[in-house]
Each structure stands twice: as structure tokens, then as C-alpha cells.
């Protein structure tokens, strides 16, 4: 039987095989090994080579939470209390709490701890005192400040860390075990051997192992001072890195975290220490910068400052034991240990800490390209209203002149997002094609034109006093963030924008657009670079969360979100300090009043709802006046109805509606919802006032459309709808910044800001008031002062 279930395995194995290229990828999935016989035999990962335990690691944050076996390791800083003696336990049981859930949740997971001196140090200094007065009875020469030996204090410590641990752990239904390692250990072949297939077995018995080096024997480290090559500094000597397959050096629990990393196959090694991570000098340093993340060619850019004041191993030795692990596989994180809920921000893929990572993609971090796009704002800033016009011009024309280049790119996300099984309307919003080129070409050219008098536009320009004149002026925001989903045709065309008012712009696209999106940026970034200011927008490619991207208030001036309700809500609802544009729902309603052309209603109905149903400004309730259902000859409901299900749109009804139909169309189980499809709602209201309550009960303030032939109710509706956009007799299809004349818009806005409804250039424009005087100080102002005020408008520069 087993023979002959070997035999099946072995052929589903091989099925694998010729799926991943990378066998030991799948033998690592199975714990199990094919001979040559084809009998499947378990790996006995104590006899495993080092250049067999090579994997690949994560090549960016968002993969950790992929990560299955961890490995943490808790420095002496993160879980001793600042006077070194005793512990952090509020902190140590946050840390604990963090490890049990992932070890709920199916992680696997190993402790490397410190804390037994300290420990041990508490308890000693309490008996010490305790029994001060018979010492200095029986030892009357003894020194009555008695310091405690390290090697006392950790054999009296361990007992009583590992008791609280397992008190700890206990909480959760946890269990642990207590592993103490020497040096010696890793040098006898035995008792390593021995040493993993213990953790091998504790592990599968879904036990914590909670690993130390034996302090009570381990000898003292000895610090030699030498001359770092990095920066001329002086740094503590605390081991050396035997690069060979044999390991590496045991001089810390850095080291030892990263050994045992290594050679069970650990996924993530997570180093816990006081300081937020490597940064590139001295953190308490000016202009100290942390590194998020850490490739190998940021090592020649950093410089260490001093070790932890606890503990044996400082950020140098950290730093070398991250790289060493990451050489053999195992994806690290070092983070301050301090920091609330640490472990589950990293596994779900955070920004905490400093991320090792092998990737060469060379894509820099959004901060620094924020940085950048600063830098590049102020060059454009500096342009004249024709040379940026130009640059909108130059892009306009490539998005014509290198069409296929764009559509071959556009095809390869097509074909992935098919694979995937991406929803029609969103494949509908990702796909490109040549008209659609040349649409965002004429809208792009129709910015440039109305761009020239755009940035440094005077708004008021007032005579203060003699000599005194004041100037409000048009400025760029600053630096924007636009998020999009799968809507690769908002890149050039938020980009066009950016150029046009001057303004820095960070663009964070949707995954299924990736290829697209990399290729309209080419285009872009050669557009920038004939006005030399490649650099003022930038596609932010990593894998940034967004929740991190929202909390750049330092870099980022303004967010405008584009997409899903959920994305914006999302957004809004987190980006506590950087002001949010945007909408999160387009929930548009048609009014159809009793006075109606019902020929136009049927036609303006047709396209607000089945032209781009997927659009925000797609109708989703359709409103009629009772009158139109009631009377006998009223055939209106009837035809629209008609009308709508032979275009494919499925309807719900009203409460309302539901109540006078003895059978029709099901109840809409929401009337406040955006249904972004072939779909929508039909509600019964009394009067244009009842139609303006529904909307302002269930609508979005996004557009909303009334249909009457009488003009005094079409201007109370548009007077009392609180919308962004009210029409007569239009369409809500109208509501976009190229039908506007804007050229393209870069969002549409249902907030009650300076920007509202659909956002083109001066949308992206604050202002600043320019002073102008000769020698004017406000104590002249006073009362019986020399000096008066006129307050005169002055007429506006051309």
C-alpha cells in the first residue's frame, strides 16, 4: 500500500517539477526527497549542504506575509528596563502576544532571547538587600556595594525567564521549550547535528523553542577596538564572518539568530533591538537617514555610531549578521523592539524597520522619489508658461507618435488579467487602444493651450498704504500622490496636469496595469527631460503599502485618490495628516419630472447609464415622478424599463416602486450604492422637492440629472441639489474634465473644498500673497501713527 502510494506522490511531485523550474523548491514544500529508485524518502535536514539550503528570498515587503517560519530574536535593550536591572514586561508581553498569534495562526515560530543576567541581577539585587545585615555581621570587610557577577546572575536568571515565559506563552494555549546553546555546540558535529534535529522535532510538535546562549559558562566577549575602514571610525571588533559554507562565528545572539536562520530554513529573521533600524550614520547624527530598505551597496554608505549600552552586539554586528543570513536564503527585518505590535506590521507587510533584501531592481524608495519630485517642482516652477505648455505638447504627441510601443505593453496586462480572471468592467477601464491614444492626445493638447496664464495668475492686487501693495498669486500645491487602479489612461493625463500647474506628482498604479504603466511613464520622463526636469514625476514601483505612502506628510502635500469607493474610502479614512481629493462613491441619480420630454428622457436615461457603465459618472437610480407610473395612459415606466433590460442593465426597484407592482423587478436591498455595472435601481417620487430629499438622503454629491421641460423646477432643482454637478436635461456622462474643456481632469472632487467636481489644472493650484514695500513697519499703523491705511483694489496685471 504505501509503495504504492510512494509511486502516486512521486508522479504528482514530477508534476510539479515541470511546473517549477526550481526543484528544491518543491522538495522544500514537501519535507521529502525522490530517490533513484523513485521511493519517496524524508529529508534528514541535519545532513543538509549549505548550498542546497540556499533559497530565494523576498524580494519586497508585501511577500513576508507569505513567510511561514520565523525566527525573532529579542536583544537585551528591547526587553531589559532602562536600569538594567529587571525587565520591560509590558513590552515582553506585547512581543509574546505577537508570537503566539503567528504561531496560532500557523506560523512556525523561534525565539532567540536575552534577559537572564538582567533577570537574574533583579533577584539577586533583592536577596543582596535582604540579607545586607547578617553580612555585614559575618563579613564585616566586605564592600556592602557588592556588584553581581554576570555568569551568577544568569544562572540565577534563566530559571525565572523561562518560568515567566512559559507563564506567558501559557495565556494563549502555547507551549514552549528552553534550548541553551554554548559555542562549543556548533563546533562538534555531534551535538550540532543533535541541536537541529531537536528544533526540527520541537517545531513539528508545534512547540515555541525559545533559544539562549548558556551565560552562566559562556565566556566574557572580549572588545577589541580597531579601526572601522568605514567613515576612519573606531567600532567594537565583536566577531568576524567566516563567509565559507561553515557558518558563522557565535559572538552574540545576533549571530546566533542568524545561524540557526539559516540552517532551518527559516523564512524571516526578525532582529529586535532599541533603534528603528540601519541608518546611514549615527542616528542622534544631522541629516541621519533610515534606510527602509538595505541592498548591498548601501554597506560603503554608512557609518556605525556606539553599541547598545546592554547586550553584546551593536548595529555593526547586526547589520553582518542580516547580510550573512540573507546570503543563505533568509529574508531579515531589524526593527526597535519597542514599537507597538512590531512583528504583526512586518509580516503583513508594513514599512517597519530596515528591510535586506537582494533584489536589484534598483527602484528607489517613494520617500526619496518624493524628494525628487520636490526638486523637480521647483524646476518647473522656474520654466515659463510656454516651456511647460511645450513639454504638455511634446508628451501629447508621443502618446501618438509611440502608440504601438504603448499597446504592446498594454496587451501583455490584458493577456495577465485575463488569466487572472479580472471582472469585464475592470478590463474594460485597463484597456488602451489607438482611438483611445489619440482621445488623451487631444485632451492633453487642449491643457497646454489653456495652461499659459495658468501658475503666477494674480487674483487680487490691492494698495495697502503709500508704497504698500500686497498680491495674492497662483502657486503650485506642492508634491501630489495619485493613486489608480486598473486606469492606465490617468497616468499621462494626471501627468499632463502636474506639468501644466507646475506640481511635483508621486503616481501609484494598480498592479494589473503594470506593464502599461511603466510605459507611459518612458514616455513621460522623456517628455520631462526636454524642459530638464525628468525627476518632477515619478511611477512609485515598489511595493509600498499605501498606508505607509500616507503617512509622508513631510513629502506629500496632497493625495487624489482614483478608483474603487472602497480604495478611496480607504484612503480617506486613513490619511490623517495629508489633505484627501476625491470621491469615494458615484452614486448619480436621473430625475424624470412629470413635464418631461419622455422622447430626451429615454435617450439622456440610455447614455447615463449604458454608455461606460463602469464609470463614476454612470447613473444608478433612476427617479420618476409617480404621475408617469399611475395614470393609465402613462406608458413611460413601461418603455424605459424595455429600454434598459434589451441593453443588458439589470433593474431592482424601490421601496416605493416594490410596494405598487404586483410583480417586477426585486428589491434593491440598498438605495445608497454604487452598483459600477450594468445595473441600477427605479424609485417612485411625488414631486421634484421629494426627488431632491432622496437625493440628498442616498446620493453621493457627485451628479445628479433633472429631465423636465419646466424651467422654473429645472433652476429650484439645480438651486437645492447639493451636488458637485446639477444638469438640465444632460446627461451625468458630462461630468468629466475633457467634456468640461478642462483637457483631462485628475479626479472629480464631492468634497466642499476649492476644488469641486471635476479637478483640471487650477484645481491643482494654492495661493500665496507677495508683499511689496519700502521701509513699512506695523508700528507706524497705530492709532496716532504716521502712517495710515488706504485699502484700495487695484486693477489686475494683464
Keep these: 500500500m504505501s509503495q504504492v502510494f510512494a509511486k502516486g506522490l512521486t508522479k504528482n511531485l514530477s508534476k510539479f517539477n515541470s511546473i517549477f523550474a526550481n526543484k528544491?523548491?518543491?522538495?522544500?514544500?514537501?519535507?521529502?526527497?525522490?530517490?533513484?529508485?523513485?521511493?519517496?524518502?524524508?529529508?534528514?535536514?541535519?545532513?543538509?549542504?549549505?548550498?542546497?539550503?540556499?533559497?530565494?528570498?523576498?524580494?519586497?515587503?508585501?511577500?513576508?506575509?507569505?513567510?511561514?517560519?520565523?525566527?525573532?530574536?529579542?536583544?537585551?535593550?528591547?526587553?531589559?528596563?532602562e536600569d538594567q536591572n529587571g525587565l520591560a514586561l509590558g513590552r515582553l508581553a506585547s512581543i509574546v502576544e505577537q508570537v503566539a498569534e503567528c504561531q496560532i495562526e500557523g506560523r512556525e515560530c523561534i525565539m532567540v532571547t536575552s534577559g537572564a543576567v538582567a533577570f537574574g541581577k533583579q533577584k539577586l539585587a533583592q536577596e543582596l538587600l535582604m540579607t545586607l545585615t547578617m553580612r555585614e555581621t559575618l563579613h564585616p570587610k566586605e564592600d556592602a556595594n557588592h556588584i553581581v557577577e554576570p555568569r551568577a546572575a544568569a544562572a540565577v536568571g534563566q530559571s525565572g525567564l523561562m518560568s515567566l515565559y512559559d507563564a506567558m506563552f501559557a495565556q494563549y494555549g502555547v507551549r514552549i521549550a528552553q534550548v541553551l546553546l554554548t559555542k562549543p555546540d556548533f563546533h562538534n558535529e555531534?551535538?550540532?547535528?543533535?541541536?537541529?534535529?531537536?528544533?526540527?522535532?520541537?517545531?513539528?510538535?508545534?512547540?515555541?523553542?525559545?533559544?539562549?546562549?548558556?551565560?552562566?559558562?559562556?565566556?566574557?566577549?572580549?572588545?577589541v577596538e580597531e579601526d572601522n575602514p568605514v567613515k576612519g571610525s573606531k567600532r567594537s571588533n565583536l566577531y568576524e564572518i567566516d563567509h565559507n559554507d561553515k557558518g558563522i562565528?557565535?559572538?552574540?545572539?545576533?549571530?546566533?539568530?542568524?545561524?540557526?536562520?539559516a540552517e532551518i530554513q527559516s523564512d524571516l529573521l526578525i532582529l529586535m533591538s532599541d533603534v528603528d533600524g540601519i541608518y546611514n550614520k549615527p542616528p542622534w547624527e544631522d541629516n541621519a537617514r533610515l534606510l527602509h530598505t538595505f541592498s548591498r551597496d548601501d554597506r560603503k554608505n554608512i557609518r556605525f555610531g556606539k553599541k547598545s549600552k546592554v547586550g553584546t552586539g551593536g548595529m555593526d554586528s547586526k547589520l553582518n549578521a542580516a547580510t550573512w543570513a540573507l546570503d543563505r536564503g533568509v529574508s531579515v527585518v531589524i526593527c526597535n523592539g519597542s514599537q507597538d505590535n512590531a512583528i504583526k506590521h512586518i509580516v503583513a507587510g508594513r514599512k517597519i524597520g530596515t528591510f535586506f533584501t537582494e533584489s536589484t531592481t534598483g527602484s528607489l524608495p517613494a520617500d526619496t522619489l518624493a524628494e525628487n519630485a520636490r526638486n523637480g517642482c521647483r524646476?518647473?516652477?522656474?520654466?515659463?508658461?510656454?516651456?511647460?505648455?511645450?513639454?504638455?505638447?511634446?508628451?501629447?504627441?508621443?502618446?501618438?507618435?509611440?502608440?504601438?510601443?504603448?499597446?504592446?505593453?498594454?496587451?501583455?496586462?490584458?493577456?495577465?488579467?485575463?488569466?487572472?480572471?479580472?471582472?469585464?468592467?475592470?478590463?474594460?477601464?485597463?484597456?488602451?487602444?489607438?482611438?483611445?491614444?489619440?482621445?488623451?492626445?487631444?485632451?492633453?493638447?487642449?491643457?497646454?493651450?489653456?495652461?499659459h496664464s495658468i501658475?503666477?495668475?494674480?487674483?487680487?492686487?490691492?494698495?495697502?498704504?503709500?508704497?504698500?501693495?500686497?498680491?495674492?498669486?497662483?502657486?503650485?500645491?506642492?508634491?501630489?500622490?495619485?493613486?489608480?487602479?486598473?486606469?492606465?489612461?490617468s497616468l499621462p493625463q494626471v501627468a499632463a496636469l502636474s506639468i501644466a500647474s507646475a506640481n511635483g506628482c508621486l503616481l501609484k498604479g494598480g498592479k494589473e496595469a503594470t506593464y502599461s504603466n511603466k510605459a507611459l511613464m518612458e514616455i513621460v520622463k522623456e517628455a520631462l527631460s526636454t524642459v530638464g526636469a525628468t525627476n518632477a514625476i515619478s511611477l512609485i514601483s515598489t511595493r509600498e503599502e499605501i498606508s505607509d505612502l500616507l503617512c509622508m506628510e513631510k513629502h506629500i502635500d496632497l493625495i487624489i485618490p482614483r478608483g474603487s469607493s472602497e480604495l478611496v474610502r480607504?484612503?480617506?479614512?486613513?490619511s490623517q495628516r495629508i489633505p484627501v481629493l476625491g470621491h469615494a462613491e458615484g452614486i448619480c441619480h436621473v430625475y424624470v419630472d412629470r413635464d418631461a420630454d419622455l422622447a430626451k428622457a429615454l435617450k439622456?436615461?440610455?447614455?447615463?447609464?449604458?454608455?461606460?457603465?463602469?464609470?463614476?459618472?454612470?447613473?444608478?437610480?433612476?427617479?420618476?415622478?409617480?404621475?408617469?407610473?399611475?395614470?393609465?395612459?402613462?406608458?413611460?415606466?413601461?418603455?424605459?424599463?424595455?429600454?434598459?433590460?434589451h441593453e443588458g442593465v439589470t433593474i431592482y426597484s424601490g421601496p416605493k416602486l416594490n410596494q405598487v407592482l404586483t410583480f417586477g423587478p426585486p428589491q434593491a436591498k440598498h438605495l445608497k450604492h454604487e452598483y459600477g455595472d450594468l445595473a441600477c435601481c427605479i424609485e417612485l417620487v411625488k414631486d421634484v422637492d421629494d426627488a431632491i430629499r432622496h437625493i440628498h438622503k442616498y446620493g453621493s454629491?457627485?451628479?445628479?440629472?433633472?429631465?423636465?421641460?419646466?424651467?422654473?423646477?429645472?433652476?429650484?432643482?439645480?438651486?437645492?441639489?447639493?451636488?458637485?454637478?446639477?444638469?438640465?436635461?444632460?446627461?451625468?456622462?458630462?461630468?468629466?474634465?475633457?467634456?468640461?474643456?478642462?483637457?483631462?481632469?485628475?479626479?472629480?472632487?464631492?468634497?466642499?473644498?476649492?476644488?469641486?467636481?471635476?479637478?483640471?489644472?487650477?484645481?491643482?493650484?494654492?495661493?500665496?500673497?507677495?508683499?511689496?514695500?519700502?521701509?513699512?513697519?506695523?508700528?507706524?499703523?497705530?492709532?496716532?501713527?504716521?502712517?495710515?491705511?488706504?485699502?484700495?483694489?487695484?486693477?489686475?496685471?494683464?
Aim: aromatic fraction near 6%; hydrophobic fraction near 40%.
Design 190 to 223: 555531534e551535538t550540532r547535528k543533535n541541536l537541529f534535529a531537536t528544533l526540527t522535532e520541537l517545531i513539528s510538535l508545534n512547540i515555541v523553542p525559545i533559544i539562549n546562549t548558556n551565560d552562566a559558562v559562556t565566556p566574557p566577549m572580549l572588545l
Design 379 to 451: 524646476i518647473l516652477q522656474n520654466l515659463s508658461p510656454a516651456e511647460r505648455a511645450d513639454c504638455v505638447n511634446t508628451l501629447a504627441d508621443l502618446l501618438v507618435s509611440k502608440k504601438d510601443f504603448i499597446l504592446d505593453a498594454n496587451q501583455k496586462d490584458l493577456a495577465d488579467a485575463q488569466r487572472n480572471g479580472l471582472a469585464k468592467p475592470l478590463l474594460n477601464r485597463l484597456s488602451l487602444s489607438a482611438e483611445k491614444l489619440r482621445g488623451l492626445s487631444t485632451g492633453l493638447k487642449q491643457i497646454a493651450e489653456t495652461s
Design 570 to 574: 480607504t484612503i480617506q479614512d486613513q
Design 604 to 645: 439622456i436615461v440610455r447614455d447615463a447609464k449604458c454608455d461606460y457603465p463602469a464609470a463614476c459618472n454612470a447613473m444608478e437610480t433612476l427617479l420618476i415622478h409617480e404621475d408617469l407610473f399611475l395614470n393609465s395612459n402613462a406608458s413611460f415606466f413601461n418603455d424605459v424599463c424595455n429600454m434598459l433590460k
Design 701 to 798: 454629491s457627485h451628479t445628479d440629472v433633472i429631465i423636465t421641460e419646466n424651467q422654473m423646477a429645472a433652476e429650484h432643482f439645480q438651486k437645492q441639489v447639493d451636488s458637485a454637478c446639477v444638469f438640465h436635461n444632460a446627461s451625468s456622462r458630462f461630468a468629466d474634465g475633457f467634456r468640461f474643456g478642462l483637457g483631462a481632469e485628475v479626479g472629480i472632487s464631492t468634497a466642499r473644498i476649492h476644488a469641486r467636481g471635476p479637478v483640471g489644472v487650477e484645481g491643482l493650484l494654492s495661493t500665496k500673497w507677495i508683499l511689496d514695500g519700502v521701509d513699512h513697519s506695523a508700528a507706524e499703523f497705530s492709532e496716532n501713527g504716521p502712517r495710515q491705511y488706504v485699502h484700495e483694489k487695484l486693477p489686475l496685471p494683464n
Design 455 to 489: 501658475v503666477g495668475r494674480v487674483l487680487r492686487h490691492t494698495k495697502l498704504a503709500d508704497g504698500l501693495t500686497l498680491k495674492q498669486v497662483t502657486v503650485p500645491i506642492g508634491v501630489l500622490l495619485v493613486i489608480f487602479e486598473s486606469r492606465p489612461d
Design 24 to 81: 528544491s523548491f518543491v522538495r522544500s514544500l514537501c519535507n521529502v526527497t525522490i530517490g533513484k529508485d523513485g521511493i519517496i524518502k524524508p529529508i534528514d535536514k541535519r545532513t543538509l549542504q549549505t548550498a542546497d539550503r540556499r533559497q530565494t528570498t523576498f524580494s519586497d515587503r508585501s511577500q513576508l506575509r507569505y513567510a511561514k517560519r520565523l525566527v525573532i530574536k529579542l536583544g537585551s535593550a528591547v526587553i531589559t528596563r
Design 249 to 261: 562565528s557565535i559572538k552574540d545572539n545576533d549571530s546566533l539568530a542568524a545561524m540557526l536562520s
